[in-house]
C-alpha cells in the first residue's frame, strides 16, 4: 500500500508512511487547541457555541481539521491577545495568512514550529 492513512480521524492524526523498508510513525511535535465560535440566533433568542480543535505540529507539516501545512509553506508565525479570553495565533503561509482563535498562549507551540523552522 502507498500513501499516508489517518487512524481514529478527524483526532489523533497519527500518520504512517510508507519507506523502502518498513513504516514510520510522525512523531508529534506540539500541539495547540483553539476555538471556533459559531453564533447562532432562534427567533429572539441569540447564543454563542464554542467547539474545541486541535493543531498538530508534526517534524514537516501542521494539520487542523480543514487543512494541512508542510512545514515548507510556513513563512512565519505570530500571535496577538485579542479580547481578555482570546488571543489570536497567525500562520503566515505562501497562501495566506490564517488566523486561529486561542484561549491560552501558544507559545509552547511557536517556539517549537521556529525551531524547527529555523525561524528566529
Do not use: W
Amino acid at each position: 500500500m502507498k500513501g499516508s492513512y489517518l487512524f481514529d480521524a478527524p483526532y489523533p492524526y497519527i500518520e504512517v508512511l510508507e519507506k523502502q523498508k518498513g513504516l514510520i510513525t510522525l512523531s508529534l511535535v506540539s500541539k495547540q487547541s483553539f476555538v471556533k465560535v459559531l453564533r447562532e440566533v432562534i427567533g429572539i433568542e441569540q447564543r454563542y457555541i464554542e467547539t474545541e480543535y486541535q493543531l498538530y505540529l508534526y517534524e514537516t507539516k501542521i494539520v487542523t481539521p480543514t487543512i494541512t501545512f508542510p512545514l515548507s509553506s510556513i513563512l512565519d508565525v505570530s500571535y496577538r491577545k485579542t479580547t481578555e479570553k482570546y488571543g489570536t495565533l497567525y500562520l503566515h503561509t505562501n497562501q495566506g495568512v490564517f488566523p486561529y482563535n486561542v484561549c491560552s498562549h501558544p507559545e509552547e507551540f511557536i517556539t517549537s514550529l521556529k525551531r524547527l523552522k529555523g525561524i528566529d
